[in-house]
């Protein structure tokens, strides 16, 4: 299977960017990276995606390095509602789309 | 827009009893796929569909059974009731499968938490 590497978990300050690495070592050419996070027991949310390029939304940006086997997302500007496990994918099947979750990192944000 | 809707929200079973959870999408996508989370662990994929009347397995799929006769719908049945199928499960769907659709994120429901006594 396609997996990431994550750290397990981290801490940042209310107002801060927090910044939340992901290796994705065995990223072939057509599969994307996804990121979702997981506030306390919701379902998974959609956050961004990308191939190549750095990506930015409203919610955050993804900075992919030129070798596509790492990628950081960034939260701005982080609150208290950030606080939440964040997982990064690659997608196995792009065809097919079966996500495959790892254990993610669980972010959390300190007032 | 009700998006991924699942029913009921919380359920406990017997070893050995049956039971189906509901899924149900208003968004006319095509990919439904069921997945289950354990404590402390990521999502497994359990099955998926990537059509009407088109059915497949994921990574856990032993023990469960999926259809799907129309494209709203995407039911997931307990066939005989394990203890080891405790667990909290999501459904989700996207628009479509395909190259074309590769970028389109996956809409995940809030889950059903199953106990299996």
């Known amino acids: 299977d396609a997996k990431t590497t994550q750290p397990p978990s981290m801490d940042c300050a209310e107002g801060r960017a927090a910044n939340l690495p992901c290796n994705h070592s065995?990223?072939?050419?057509?599969?994307?990276v996804y990121w979702y996070r997981q506030i306390h027991s919701q379902g998974p949310q959609y956050i961004i995606h990308?191939?190549?390029n750095n990506e930015t939304n409203e919610m955050a940006s993804l900075i992919i390095t030129e070798d596509r086997k790492s990628s950081t997302l960034i939260l701005p500007h982080a609150t208290l509602r950030d606080t939440a496990v964040y997982y990064c994918?690659?997608?196995?099947?792009?065809?097919?789309?079966?996500?495959?979750f790892g254990q993610g990192t669980r972010l959390t944000i300190n007032p | 827009n009700a998006g991924v809707t699942q029913t009921p929200k919380f359920q406990v079973l017997k070893t050995g009893q049956s039971m189906t959870l509901q899924c149900a999408q208003d968004?006319?996508?095509?990919?439904m796929s069921w997945y289950r989370q354990d404590p402390g662990m990521g999502l497994r994929l359990i099955h998926y569909?990537?059509?009407?009347?088109?059915?497949d397995q994921g990574e856990v799929p032993n023990g469960y059974n999926v259809s799907r006769s129309t494209t709203e719908d995407f039911p997931l049945r307990l066939l005989s009731a394990a203890p080891s199928q405790t667990s909290v499960y999501f459904c989700a769907s996207r628009p479509g499968t395909g190259m074309f659709y590769s970028n389109q994120p996956q809409h995940f429901g809030d889950g059903t938490r199953l106990s299996i006594l």
């Open positions: 065995t990223i072939s050419g057509n599969e994307y």
């Open positions: 990308g191939l190549k």
């Open positions: 569909s990537v059509g009407a009347g088109i059915t």
């Open positions: 968004m006319n996508h095509e990919y």
């Open positions: 994918i690659q997608s196995r099947n792009p065809a097919a789309q079966k996500l495959v």
